[in-house]
């Protein structure tokens, strides 16, 4: 266990923070499409929407949404397997 944390720990200094503004980047853009298109099928905001369409949006686009941001998390961390099994 204690091997394992360590592991974690290279890891982490060796791409931790350029996995995070990766994350913040790619969110950006996600949430700047992903929150109108809530707002306008929200019932309490629109009136006119049902629960059922919004629940259904809900799902289908927040699993859209979250293929990019698990490719970063994906992606960084094989990297910095790669960059420490290089030291």
């Known amino acids: 266990m204690l091997k394992t944390m360590r592991r974690s720990k290279q890891l982490s200094k060796k791409n931790g923070w350029s996995i995070l503004i990766s994350l913040i980047l790619v969110s950006i ?6 929150l109108p298109i809530m707002f306008n099928f929200y019932p309490m905001y629109n009136p006119s929407a049902s629960f059922f ?5 809900q799902i289908i686009v927040g699993y859209i949404c979250m293929i990019p941001l698990y490719s ?6 094989q990297e910095s397997k790669v960059l420490t099994s290089k030291e």
């Open 72 to 77: 970063v998390l994906f992606y960084g961390y």
């Open 29 to 34: 853009p996600i949430y700047t499409i992903y």
């Open 53 to 57: 369409t919004f629940s259904i949006l």
